[in-house]
């Protein structure tokens, strides 16, 4: 009788010390599984920051270029539009020294007209 209770304790002592073993097994398994998680994400991370990084210095460099040329176009605009100013100011002296030459012409006519 002790005999057969100490046989199946041992029996149950080695059924826990399997269970325990398969659990760690599976603790193990869960651990490796989540590492790999783990890692893959972090590397997904990883790929994404340095993509980030690409695409700001891309975005850099182009804005920089953007502004180069905005500026660039800024003072050509400037300059185009002070030689139309002056363009224009040179038109309008024109027509008023035509319309100066006129009356004096129409002056003159009038004067012959009336000796």
Do not use: G, P, W
Not at 90 to 96: A, E, P, R, T, Y
């Amino acid at each position: 009788m002790l005999k057969e209770s100490i046989s199946q304790k041992k029996e149950t002592v080695y059924s826990i010390q399997h269970n325990i073993r398969s659990k760690e097994q599976q603790c193990e398994n869960e651990r490796l599984r989540v590492e790999q998680v783990v890692d893959s994400i972090t590397n997904t991370a990883k790929n994404s920051e340095n993509e980030v990084v690409s695409l700001r210095k891309l975005l850099s460099k182009d804005l920089s270029f953007s502004e180069k040329q905005v500026k660039s176009l800024q003072v050509l605009y400037m300059d185009l539009k002070l030689s139309c100013s002056s363009e224009k100011t040179k038109v309008q002296h024109q027509i008023l020294t035509a319309l100066d030459n006129i009356m004096s012409h129409k002056q003159s006519i009038q004067n012959r007209l009336a000796q």
